[in-house]
């Protein structure tokens, strides 16, 4: 063969590679992942996904593309993301973050399979007809995370029994904050437990709850189960440490964050099996057949480093439940 001849067929076939890659990735299903937050704070969460997605057969980049939406903790931003992976034609939404990714989803699209994940009553949001039989395009699992805030304010009378005054920080762009409400005041007013309600959307008024909560002396405070205060969990927990305020928490990664104690679900989990019937769904299946997971399994967790630091002898009952105590 003569070298310019060579020369040709090489340059022909790196050429083609491009060509070719750009061929098998217009191929792959594309996945698109919407979410509340940011993709910072959700790392770790999405990797537990792409664990989810892997146990079903597929890999990012292999014989899957995932398309990302975030809105930033801005729920508004949420419909104008949903609309824009329809028009990208995905197979699927994975709509988290919250029940208003899933219900902006279900707006954007009654034909594109949608898998959420949903803190609420999935129900009564509209995103499926009931638990067993979803009866529409979505499915997810339920996290039962805004029906147990009256458990997580007994759990922090026991720690801070003398606390006279309990503060409660809430999201009110958060569509299930009416339910928080109720289910922590029935609690307070079952144990005669006095309340003061905060609200925050925003970094600069999670700054100044904390500030109110510190001149009105408040002996603990509730944060209530919400995306953007999850995403901004390493700041709520410094700021509980700053201003010496007994908090407690809905996820683990509070904790470990530096929080005093947490009660919730495992959300990693969660969002593993987001991902596996994400893959199943791929594969053929049927949201409308898939029923609604519920995680049912809550983790109790003390940090007592953090308890040190307030001052707090942890009681030894709460000590024994504890799930994991992180010292």
């Known amino acids: 063969m003569r070298r310019r001849d060579f020369i040709v067929l090489i340059s022909g076939v790196a050429a083609f590679r491009p060509l070719a890659a750009r061929a098998q990735q217009a191929t792959m299903p594309l996945v698109g992942f919407l979410n509340s937050t940011s993709a910072a704070s959700w790392r770790h969460?999405?990797?537990?996904?792409?664990?989810?997605?892997?146990?079903?057969?597929?890999?990012?980049?292999?014989?899957?593309?995932?398309?990302?939406?975030?809105?930033?903790?801005?729920?508004?931003?949420?419909?104008?993301?949903?609309?824009?992976?329809?028009?990208?034609?995905?197979?699927?939404?994975?709509?988290?973050?919250?029940?208003?990714?899933?219900?902006?989803?279900?707006?954007?699209?009654?034909?594109?399979?949608?898998?959420?994940?949903?803190?609420?009553?999935?129900?009564?949001?509209?995103?499926?007809?009931?638990?067993?039989?979803?009866?529409?395009?979505?499915?997810?699992?339920?996290?039962?995370?805004?029906?147990?805030?009256?458990?997580?304010?007994?759990?922090?009378?026991?720690?801070?029994?003398?606390?006279?005054?309990?503060?409660?920080?809430?999201?009110?762009?958060?569509?299930?904050?009416g339910g928080q409400v109720n289910d922590v005041q029935a609690a307070a007013r079952s144990a005669g437990q006095q309340l003061h309600i905060l609200r925050a959307s925003n970094d600069g008024e999670i700054d100044a709850a904390f500030a109110a909560a510190a001149e009105l002396r408040v002996g603990a405070l509730l944060v209530a189960s919400d995306p953007f205060f999850n995403s901004r969990r390493e700041r709520?927990?410094?700021?509980?440490?700053?201003?010496?305020?007994?908090?407690?928490?809905?996820?683990?990664?509070?904790?470990?964050?530096?929080?005093?104690?947490?009660?919730?679900i495992n959300l990693a989990e969660a969002y593993r099996l987001v991902g596996v019937y994400t893959g199943r769904i791929l594969k053929g299946d049927k949201p409308a057949e898939l029923p609604v997971q519920q995680l049912t399994k809550f983790e109790f967790i003390i940090n007592l480093k953090a308890a040190k630091a307030l001052g707090i002898q942890v009681p030894p009952g709460l000590l024994t439940r504890a799930d994991e105590v992180i010292e």
């Open 236 to 264: 709520l927990a410094e700021l509980a440490s700053r201003y010496a305020i007994p908090a407690i928490y809905e996820l683990r990664e509070y904790a470990a964050a530096g929080g005093l104690m947490s009660y919730g």
């Open 45 to 177: 969460l999405v990797e537990s996904f792409r664990r989810g997605l892997g146990e079903t057969g597929f890999i990012e980049g292999q014989n899957v593309a995932i398309e990302f939406r975030w809105a930033e903790g801005q729920y508004d931003r949420l419909p104008a993301l949903a609309d824009d992976l329809v028009r990208r034609r995905v197979a699927v939404i994975v709509a988290t973050g919250g029940d208003a990714s899933g219900r902006a989803a279900k707006a954007a699209t009654a034909t594109i399979p949608i898998v959420f994940t949903s803190g609420g009553d999935p129900v009564r949001e509209g995103l499926v007809a009931s638990f067993n039989r979803p009866g529409g395009n979505a499915t997810g699992v339920n996290l039962l995370l805004t029906a147990i805030e009256g458990k997580r304010l007994e759990l922090l009378r026991e720690m801070v029994p003398t606390a006279a005054l309990i503060a409660v920080l809430l999201n009110p762009a958060n569509a299930a904050v």
